[in-house]
């Protein structure tokens, strides 16, 4: 990835399913196959957080403008 341009959560995602993609063809030797695991371990655990970033965002912003706003 290009310094300074960061990936969004559906890149991330589309990373991880061609990921999982390859590892259940199950033709990939052993130590691509490893590295495609802890290249997907690492995106899953970035999706993850930026869905926790995400959520975080939503609850502050029904503090600031009520829960009924917020879900407009």
């Not at 371990?41 to 869905?51: A, P, T």
């Amino acid at each position: 990835m290009a310094a300074g341009k960061e990936r969004t959560f559906e890149q991330v995602l589309a990373e991880v399913e061609q990921v999982v993609q390859r590892l259940q063809q199950g033709e990939v030797p052993l130590e691509e196959a490893l590295t495609l695991y802890e290249k997907g371990v690492s995106l899953l655990k970035d999706g993850e957080k930026r869905l926790s970033d995400a959520r975080q965002r939503l609850e502050i912003l029904k503090k600031e403008h009520g829960s009924e706003e917020a879900a407009t």
